[in-house]
């Protein structure tokens, strides 16, 4: 069955949405500051085109398992696209902070339906034994759009406004959207289960405030009423939400995946693996621009040899999982990443170029090296029946670990330059320097964790040809035989 299908240019258009989706996710963080001077706007509302669109991301990527069951391929892939262009449209002609938001709110809608649905799609239609190359691929989506995010951005505005961040989007989503309307094959199964809508709206209001909590901590700090009172709801309907799932015969999103110990495992290190990007994207850009005082079009440019070799690294882990398994690429991965983090919280403003480049290299080997083998060996553990749940739940727990990530960077960020100056500091550079030291202590004490976990992890599923599978199962039959 799964050869039956044409698959590149089934993936071409999910791809290209989901690149464009990833992309957004970082792109604007360079723009931050020339957005708060365009549009009047303090730093508290300019955050919100962050929050907002993690927020929405947050809250449709748990339903997504529901969605891939009630609508086909084609319906959704093609009404993403279009959501996609249509907010990116908003947000390029935007001349209001209010309209610009609603834009972004538009493109998390797309991204929350579209990188669930590239997950599952994926394995449907590749055999076991290249998923993990099948996976590489997506992992370059995943890992290379939110590195590659902020060079891109600041290039532009080296040149042009900020406007030209989503102009520059457009061209490829109008081109996926044809791509995918010429050559998108339904390949999932469309069985229509039975609505609940109280699993919807808690499933929105757990995820929804546990992901504003977080992100509204960065800058409301995490006493504040804001955040105590939204992290507990959060907690307190996605705790509900999971009782509910366990007792119901159909479960809107099928949480007995976790009974899957290598699915429990993948899962933990993809939250790990993507916090360490989202933390570094946060702090990076900052420390060069502020830090080291580097105009916005050298920062991305900066950025960029970390993002190339992302995403080559990201392009050959599936097929390195294919070959190898999870088990030493997953302690490898991890074990660069303690030491790009270790190199990272020494920078001083007086570092060289050399030095930091380096550490940002090392860092975008090792992530994308614990990626696509964590996503392919956890989804690998899952009974195919439980893939749309299984990519469903990686993917809103990655997106939910993203804004957790963010939130305590800019925390830890704030702290250190509040020490620095506590201690009679007076340079800005210094003391925004100390701030991204804090940060990355965060970052180390991931990679740490993460390597720790990688100890645990056994290789599942099928990564032989099928030719080794086929000699495998005779070889076992002779020996069962009673002659």
């Known amino acids: 069955m799964q050869s039956d299908y044409k698959k590149f240019p089934i993936m071409l258009g999910l791809l290209i949405g989901g690149f464009i989706g990833m992309f957004s996710e970082t792109a604007l963080n360079i723009a931050l500051t020339s957005l708060m001077k365009d549009l009047h706007i303090t730093a508290s509302t300019v955050q919100w085109l962050t929050t907002g669109y993690l927020l929405v991301v947050g809250v449709l990527v748990p339903v997504s398992g529901l969605m891939i069951r009630w609508f086909t391929t084609r319906q959704l892939l093609l009404s993403a696209l279009s959501a996609f262009i249509i907010g990116t449209l908003i947000s390029a002609v935007s001349h209001t902070f209010t309209f610009l938001l609603i834009g972004r709110l538009v493109q998390g809608i797309a991204t929350g339906i579209l990188i669930p649905l590239i997950f599952n799609t994926v394995m449907t239609i590749f055999p076991p034994h290249k998923r993990g190359a099948a996976l590489g691929v997506v992992g370059l989506v995943i890992m290379f759009a939110p590195a ?28 996926a959207l044809i791509i995918s309307a010429i050559f998108c094959k339904n390949v999932n199964e469309v069985t229509r289960p039975k609505i609940d809508v109280l699993s919807i709206v808690l499933s929105t209001i757990g995820f929804g405030g546990i992901v504003f909590g977080f992100s509204s901590a960065g800058d409301s700090g995490w006493g504040n009423a804001k955040v105590i009172v939204a992290l507990a709801i959060g907690v307190s309907a996605l705790t509900i939400f999971s009782i509910r799932q366990l007792r119901m015969e159909k479960p809107m999103l099928n949480v007995r995946v976790f009974q899957h110990k290598m699915f429990t495992i993948g899962t933990l290190m993809i939250m790990i693996d993507f916090s360490i990007i989202m933390s570094s994207m946060l702090l990076l850009p900052m420390y060069w621009q502020s830090g080291k005082l580097v105009a916005v079009a050298l920062t991305g440019i900066l950025l960029l040899p970390g993002g190339i070799v992302n995403g080559i690294v990201s392009a050959i882990s599936g097929k390195l999982y294919d070959i190898h398994g999870a088990k030493w690429l997953v302690r490898i991965g991890f074990l660069i990443c303690i030491v790009a983090g270790a190199m990272f919280i020494c920078v001083q403003t007086t570092s060289s170029f050399l030095f930091v480049i380096a550490a940002n290299l090392l860092l975008m080997i090792g992530a994308p090296l614990v990626m696509s083998p964590a996503q392919t060996n956890g989804l690998n553990a899952l009974p195919r029946e439980m893939s749309p749940d299984g990519s469903a739940i990686m993917n809103t727990a990655q997106q939910v670990s993203g804004a ?10 704030a702290a250190g330059e509040h020490a620095y100056t506590g201690a009679g500091g007076q340079h800005a ?11 990355f202590m965060f970052t180390l004490i991931l990679a740490v964790i993460g390597f720790a976990l990688s100890f645990t992890v056994r290789t599942v599923g099928v990564f032989e040809k099928p030719q080794d599978q086929q000699r495998k199962m005779q070889l076992k039959k002779e020996t069962d035989s009673p002659d």
Do not use: D, E, H, R
């Open 148 to 175: 590659i995010g902020p060079t891109a951005a600041g290039y532009i505005l080296g040149k042009l406004t900020w406007q030209w961040i989503f102009w520059v989007m457009l061209p490829f989503l109008v081109a």
């Open 404 to 413: 957790i990530a963010t939130a305590l960077s800019a925390t830890l960020l």
């Open 429 to 439: 550079a210094a003391a925004l320097t100390n701030g991204v030291q804090y940060g």
